[in-house]
Protein backbone atom coordinates (compact mmCIF):
# COMPACT_ATOMS: atom_id res chain seq x y z
CA UNK A 1 0.00 0.00 0.00
CA UNK A 2 1.41 3.50 -1.11
CA UNK A 3 2.31 5.98 1.99
CA UNK A 4 0.05 7.49 4.50
CA UNK A 5 -2.67 10.60 3.64
CA UNK A 6 -0.79 13.13 5.17
CA UNK A 7 2.29 12.01 2.61
CA UNK A 8 -0.20 12.57 -0.26
CA UNK A 9 -1.53 15.85 0.95
CA UNK A 10 1.89 17.25 1.85
CA UNK A 11 2.91 16.13 -1.90
CA UNK A 12 -0.53 17.60 -3.29
CA UNK A 13 0.07 20.68 -1.37
CA UNK A 14 3.96 20.76 -2.82
CA UNK A 15 2.74 20.39 -6.21
CA UNK A 16 0.07 23.31 -6.34
CA UNK A 17 3.02 25.56 -4.07
CA UNK A 18 5.57 25.09 -7.19
CA UNK A 19 2.86 25.59 -9.67
CA UNK A 20 2.32 28.51 -8.04
CA UNK A 21 5.88 29.66 -8.55
CA UNK A 22 6.50 28.75 -11.97
CA UNK A 23 2.53 31.07 -12.69
CA UNK A 24 4.00 34.13 -10.88
CA UNK A 25 7.44 34.57 -12.74
CA UNK A 26 8.69 34.53 -15.97
CA UNK A 27 11.75 33.13 -18.11
CA UNK A 28 14.09 36.69 -17.05
CA UNK A 29 14.14 35.54 -13.11
CA UNK A 30 11.42 36.42 -10.68
CA UNK A 31 9.83 39.27 -12.36
CA UNK A 32 6.30 38.96 -11.93
CA UNK A 33 3.65 38.19 -14.76
CA UNK A 34 1.29 40.62 -16.10
CA UNK A 35 -1.89 40.80 -14.68
CA UNK A 36 -5.10 42.23 -16.06
CA UNK A 37 -8.40 42.83 -14.20
CA UNK A 38 -10.80 40.79 -16.54
CA UNK A 39 -11.28 36.95 -18.01
CA UNK A 40 -13.40 36.64 -20.55
CA UNK A 41 -14.81 33.62 -21.27
CA UNK A 42 -18.46 32.20 -23.41
CA UNK A 43 -18.58 36.14 -22.76
CA UNK A 44 -18.64 35.95 -19.28
CA UNK A 45 -16.68 38.71 -17.89
CA UNK A 46 -14.86 36.89 -14.62
CA UNK A 47 -13.11 39.54 -12.70
CA UNK A 48 -9.92 38.44 -11.18
CA UNK A 49 -6.84 39.56 -11.67
CA UNK A 50 -6.35 36.92 -14.08
CA UNK A 51 -2.51 35.74 -15.88
CA UNK A 52 -2.36 33.72 -18.69
CA UNK A 53 -1.82 30.38 -15.88
CA UNK A 54 -5.48 31.14 -14.64
CA UNK A 55 -7.35 32.53 -18.00
CA UNK A 56 -6.98 29.00 -19.64
CA UNK A 57 -9.11 29.48 -22.95
CA UNK A 58 -10.38 32.68 -21.99
CA UNK A 59 -9.37 36.17 -23.33
CA UNK A 60 -7.62 38.62 -20.91
CA UNK A 61 -8.76 41.92 -20.51
CA UNK A 62 -8.98 45.44 -18.40
CA UNK A 63 -12.43 46.16 -19.35
CA UNK A 64 -15.30 43.86 -20.13
CA UNK A 65 -16.82 44.00 -23.55
CA UNK A 66 -20.15 45.40 -24.02
CA UNK A 67 -23.14 43.42 -23.95
CA UNK A 68 -20.57 40.41 -21.51
CA UNK A 69 -22.24 39.54 -18.22
CA UNK A 70 -20.11 40.72 -15.34
CA UNK A 71 -19.42 38.47 -12.15
CA UNK A 72 -17.17 40.20 -10.02
CA UNK A 73 -16.19 39.86 -5.86
CA UNK A 74 -12.44 39.62 -6.79
CA UNK A 75 -9.80 41.14 -4.53
CA UNK A 76 -7.04 42.64 -6.69
CA UNK A 77 -4.22 41.29 -4.15
CA UNK A 78 -4.38 37.53 -3.81
CA UNK A 79 -5.91 35.60 -6.55
CA UNK A 80 -2.44 34.21 -7.82
CA UNK A 81 -1.76 32.80 -4.56
CA UNK A 82 -4.62 31.65 -3.74
CA UNK A 83 -3.64 27.55 -3.84
CA UNK A 84 -1.63 28.14 -0.79
CA UNK A 85 -4.38 29.97 0.88
CA UNK A 86 -5.52 27.97 4.94
CA UNK A 87 -8.39 29.26 4.71
CA UNK A 88 -9.22 27.46 1.38
CA UNK A 89 -8.74 30.68 -0.92
CA UNK A 90 -12.18 31.85 -1.11
CA UNK A 91 -11.57 35.14 -0.93
CA UNK A 92 -10.34 36.24 -4.13
CA UNK A 93 -12.19 34.05 -6.46
CA UNK A 94 -14.74 34.82 -8.43
CA UNK A 95 -16.87 33.12 -11.25
CA UNK A 96 -20.28 32.83 -12.87
CA UNK A 97 -22.38 29.92 -13.39
CA UNK A 98 -21.48 28.84 -17.16
CA UNK A 99 -23.73 25.76 -16.02
CA UNK A 100 -26.88 25.52 -19.44
CA UNK A 101 -28.83 23.45 -17.77
CA UNK A 102 -29.17 21.37 -14.28
CA UNK A 103 -31.89 19.06 -12.64
CA UNK A 104 -32.39 15.30 -11.04
CA UNK A 105 -32.65 12.03 -12.82
CA UNK A 106 -33.31 8.72 -10.79
CA UNK A 107 -31.56 5.62 -10.68
CA UNK A 108 -33.80 2.47 -11.72
CA UNK A 109 -31.60 0.12 -9.87
CA UNK A 110 -33.04 1.36 -6.63
CA UNK A 111 -34.90 4.46 -7.22
CA UNK A 112 -32.78 7.23 -5.78
CA UNK A 113 -32.56 10.82 -7.34
CA UNK A 114 -29.88 12.32 -7.92
CA UNK A 115 -28.91 16.11 -9.04
CA UNK A 116 -26.91 17.00 -12.85
CA UNK A 117 -25.55 19.63 -13.80
CA UNK A 118 -24.17 20.66 -17.51
CA UNK A 119 -20.83 22.10 -17.36
CA UNK A 120 -19.38 23.20 -20.45
CA UNK A 121 -19.81 20.07 -22.69
CA UNK A 122 -20.25 18.05 -19.74
CA UNK A 123 -23.24 16.65 -17.84
CA UNK A 124 -22.36 15.55 -14.18
CA UNK A 125 -23.76 14.17 -11.17
CA UNK A 126 -24.01 17.17 -8.47
CA UNK A 127 -23.79 14.96 -5.98
CA UNK A 128 -21.84 11.87 -5.31
CA UNK A 129 -22.73 8.20 -5.96
CA UNK A 130 -24.67 6.27 -3.38
CA UNK A 131 -25.40 3.12 -5.16
CA UNK A 132 -25.24 -0.16 -2.79
CA UNK A 133 -23.53 -2.73 -4.84
CA UNK A 134 -25.58 -6.11 -4.43
CA UNK A 135 -23.33 -8.61 -2.20
CA UNK A 136 -20.69 -6.23 -2.07
CA UNK A 137 -18.56 -5.20 0.92
CA UNK A 138 -16.06 -2.80 -0.81
CA UNK A 139 -18.33 0.15 -1.09
CA UNK A 140 -19.05 1.40 2.30
CA UNK A 141 -20.69 4.46 4.23
CA UNK A 142 -17.98 6.54 6.06
CA UNK A 143 -17.60 5.19 9.78
CA UNK A 144 -19.94 2.78 8.70
CA UNK A 145 -22.87 4.96 9.20
CA UNK A 146 -26.03 5.48 6.84
CA UNK A 147 -26.46 8.69 7.67
CA UNK A 148 -23.36 9.95 6.00
CA UNK A 149 -23.98 7.87 2.94
CA UNK A 150 -26.98 10.07 2.75
CA UNK A 151 -24.63 13.15 3.33
CA UNK A 152 -21.84 12.48 1.16
CA UNK A 153 -22.20 9.40 -0.56
CA UNK A 154 -20.66 6.21 -0.52
CA UNK A 155 -17.06 5.29 -0.50
CA UNK A 156 -15.87 2.63 -3.02
CA UNK A 157 -12.43 0.80 -4.06
CA UNK A 158 -11.53 1.23 -7.83
CA UNK A 159 -12.59 -2.26 -8.72
CA UNK A 160 -16.24 -1.56 -7.28
CA UNK A 161 -15.88 1.23 -9.03
CA UNK A 162 -14.84 0.24 -12.11
CA UNK A 163 -17.45 -2.93 -11.87
CA UNK A 164 -14.45 -4.73 -13.01
CA UNK A 165 -14.25 -3.07 -16.52
CA UNK A 166 -10.94 -2.55 -18.11
CA UNK A 167 -9.01 1.01 -17.37
CA UNK A 168 -9.85 3.65 -20.41
CA UNK A 169 -7.91 6.88 -20.97
CA UNK A 170 -10.24 7.62 -23.72
CA UNK A 171 -12.89 10.54 -23.18
CA UNK A 172 -15.48 9.91 -23.19
CA UNK A 173 -14.26 6.69 -20.86
CA UNK A 174 -17.28 4.41 -21.82
CA UNK A 175 -17.26 2.27 -18.81
CA UNK A 176 -20.23 2.37 -17.03
CA UNK A 177 -18.74 0.96 -13.61
CA UNK A 178 -20.67 0.96 -10.87
CA UNK A 179 -22.82 4.18 -12.44
CA UNK A 180 -26.18 3.98 -13.36
CA UNK A 181 -27.35 3.14 -16.90
CA UNK A 182 -26.56 6.06 -18.72
CA UNK A 183 -23.96 7.26 -17.52
CA UNK A 184 -20.34 6.39 -16.96
CA UNK A 185 -17.40 6.86 -14.46
CA UNK A 186 -14.78 9.50 -16.06
CA UNK A 187 -11.78 8.88 -16.88
CA UNK A 188 -8.63 11.69 -16.19
CA UNK A 189 -8.85 13.24 -19.32
CA UNK A 190 -12.78 14.04 -18.41
CA UNK A 191 -11.74 15.43 -14.57
CA UNK A 192 -9.13 17.20 -16.90
CA UNK A 193 -11.83 18.38 -19.03
CA UNK A 194 -14.18 19.63 -15.99
CA UNK A 195 -11.13 21.23 -14.39
CA UNK A 196 -9.66 23.16 -17.40
CA UNK A 197 -13.66 24.86 -17.66
CA UNK A 198 -13.49 25.47 -13.74
CA UNK A 199 -10.54 28.27 -14.41
CA UNK A 200 -7.72 25.26 -14.66
CA UNK A 201 -5.83 23.54 -11.64
CA UNK A 202 -4.79 25.78 -9.16
CA UNK A 203 -8.25 27.67 -8.34
CA UNK A 204 -10.58 24.66 -9.56
CA UNK A 205 -11.22 23.29 -6.28
CA UNK A 206 -12.48 26.80 -4.78
CA UNK A 207 -14.96 27.01 -7.98
CA UNK A 208 -15.96 23.28 -7.30
CA UNK A 209 -16.31 23.19 -3.62
CA UNK A 210 -19.83 23.15 -2.03
CA UNK A 211 -20.54 26.60 -0.16
CA UNK A 212 -21.00 24.25 3.12
CA UNK A 213 -19.81 24.33 6.21
CA UNK A 214 -19.56 20.74 5.92
CA UNK A 215 -15.71 21.76 4.81
CA UNK A 216 -13.98 22.50 7.98
CA UNK A 217 -11.91 25.65 8.88
CA UNK A 218 -13.77 27.69 6.26
CA UNK A 219 -12.28 25.87 3.40
CA UNK A 220 -15.53 25.76 1.65
CA UNK A 221 -15.88 27.01 -2.12
CA UNK A 222 -18.13 29.45 -4.47
CA UNK A 223 -19.73 26.47 -6.05
CA UNK A 224 -20.59 29.15 -9.09
CA UNK A 225 -20.71 25.69 -11.30
CA UNK A 226 -23.13 24.01 -9.17
CA UNK A 227 -20.44 20.98 -8.78
CA UNK A 228 -20.95 21.02 -5.54
CA UNK A 229 -17.90 18.76 -4.28
CA UNK A 230 -18.24 17.67 -0.73
CA UNK A 231 -15.12 15.93 1.75
CA UNK A 232 -16.70 12.28 2.02
CA UNK A 233 -13.04 11.23 3.31
CA UNK A 234 -11.50 7.97 2.53
CA UNK A 235 -11.77 4.29 4.24
CA UNK A 236 -8.82 1.99 3.92
CA UNK A 237 -9.22 -2.11 3.21
CA UNK A 238 -8.83 -2.05 6.83
CA UNK A 239 -11.37 -0.55 8.16
CA UNK A 240 -9.97 2.55 8.81
CA UNK A 241 -11.94 6.07 7.82
CA UNK A 242 -10.40 9.27 8.05
CA UNK A 243 -10.39 12.55 6.40
CA UNK A 244 -14.35 13.38 6.21
CA UNK A 245 -14.40 17.83 6.55
CA UNK A 246 -11.43 18.24 5.49
CA UNK A 247 -10.32 15.82 2.29
CA UNK A 248 -12.58 14.96 -0.87
CA UNK A 249 -11.51 12.10 -3.46
CA UNK A 250 -12.85 10.79 -6.48
CA UNK A 251 -11.60 8.00 -9.04
CA UNK A 252 -11.11 7.81 -12.40
CA UNK A 253 -11.42 5.36 -14.92
CA UNK A 254 -7.55 5.64 -15.76
CA UNK A 255 -5.34 2.91 -14.46
CA UNK A 256 -1.54 4.39 -13.76
CA UNK A 257 -0.63 0.82 -12.58
CA UNK A 258 -1.61 -2.73 -11.80
CA UNK A 259 -1.71 -1.32 -8.14
CA UNK A 260 -2.59 2.04 -8.50
CA UNK A 261 -5.17 4.10 -10.44
CA UNK A 262 -5.67 8.19 -10.65
CA UNK A 263 -7.97 10.16 -8.50
CA UNK A 264 -8.84 13.69 -8.04
CA UNK A 265 -8.23 15.57 -5.07
CA UNK A 266 -9.69 19.10 -3.18
CA UNK A 267 -8.52 19.87 0.62
CA UNK A 268 -9.89 22.67 2.76
CA UNK A 269 -6.66 24.02 3.16
CA UNK A 270 -6.24 24.77 -0.72
CA UNK A 271 -8.17 25.79 -3.87
CA UNK A 272 -6.97 23.49 -6.27
CA UNK A 273 -7.65 20.41 -7.48
CA UNK A 274 -4.80 17.92 -7.39
CA UNK A 275 -4.16 15.01 -9.65
CA UNK A 276 -2.46 11.79 -8.10
CA UNK A 277 -2.31 7.94 -8.22
CA UNK A 278 -2.99 5.93 -5.39
CA UNK A 279 -3.55 2.60 -4.10
CA UNK A 280 -6.77 0.49 -5.72
CA UNK A 281 -7.81 -0.62 -2.97
CA UNK A 282 -8.42 2.61 -1.27
CA UNK A 283 -12.64 3.57 -0.93
CA UNK A 284 -13.18 7.06 -2.61
CA UNK A 285 -16.11 8.58 -3.80
CA UNK A 286 -17.45 8.28 -7.19
CA UNK A 287 -18.82 11.04 -9.50
CA UNK A 288 -20.94 9.96 -13.00
CA UNK A 289 -20.73 11.48 -16.30
CA UNK A 290 -23.57 11.34 -18.57
CA UNK A 291 -22.90 9.08 -21.83
Known sequence: MRSPLSKLAFSASITLALALTLSCSDDSGGNTTPSYKYCIKDNICLEGPFTVNNCLDGQLSNSCPDGSSQSGGGSSSSRDNVGSSSSGGNASVSSSSVAATSGTFQDSRDYKTYK????????????????????????????NEPANCTTYGRLYNWSTAMNNDASSTASPSSVRGACPSGWHLP?????????TAASGSLTAGTILKADSPLWNDNG???????????????????????????????WSSTEASASNAYIRYMNNAFAGVSMVDIDKSRLYSVRCVKD
Open 116 to 143: WVKIGTQTWMAENLNYDVPSNDTDLCYN
Open 187 to 195: SDAEWETLV
Open 220 to 250: KGTDSLGFSALPAGYAQSNGYFSGVGNNGFW
